[in-house]
């Protein structure tokens, strides 16, 4: 794997270091052990970093050159759907930043945890035909955003066993 995204990491403070094969960059809260966003990038992959940025500890992000187009890569880590409605659209409010902050001309992957559940159901060019169970309100709301920025929920459109459609219950 050339690059993994990391939610949850409940590390402080911010920074980056590199290891024997890998080079960390992580955000996390500055005093308390919670939420926390990281990307791990194996070492040959280092050389060929634009830069990153960490927006809060919930939104971090990297740009990779590559051809034909370079990468961005975000990674997310979104309230649950029993956080406060203010925290629920400040991420969302930052995530557009971020967005906004892309090259257009950049192959954009935004991955993570968005704490939502998209269900069963297509939605031709976001949601794919394969989901589980029904949607949720912050399903309706990553939907809403997808639509908004033309991205495609990838993972809805592999079927795979319903073990492996939900991470938690």
């Known amino acids: 794997m050339d690059v993994l995204g990391i ?5 402080t403070h911010s920074g980056h ?30 050389y060929s970093l634009i830069g990153y940025n960490t927006v809060n500890d919930r939104i971090i992000y990297i740009r990779v050159k590559a051809d034909p187009v370079n990468i961005t890569c975000a990674q997310v880590y979104a309230p649950t759907t029993s956080a406060d409605t203010a925290d629920i659209e400040d991420i969302y409010r930052n995530l557009h930043l971020t967005l906004n902050e892309t090259l257009r001309k ?20 976001t949601v794919g035909r394969y989901g589980l169970g029904s949607r949720n309100e912050a399903g309706e709301r990553l939907l809403d955003f997808c639509e ?3 991205l495609f929920i990838a993972n809805t ?11 938690w219950t």
């Open 7 to 11: 939610s949850e990491m409940k590390w």
């Open 17 to 46: 270091f590199r290891s024997v094969n890998n080079t960390v960059m992580y955000w996390g809260h500055n005093t308390n052990s919670k939420n926390g966003v990281g990307m791990i990038i194996r070492y040959q992959v280092s």
């Open 106 to 125: 950049d192959v954009l992957i935004l991955m993570g945890d968005c704490n939502s559940k998209m269900g069963k159901g297509e939605e031709p060019g």
């Open 148 to 150: 908004e920025n033309a």
């Open 157 to 167: 459109c592999f079927e795979q066993t319903e073990q492996g459609l939900y991470k």
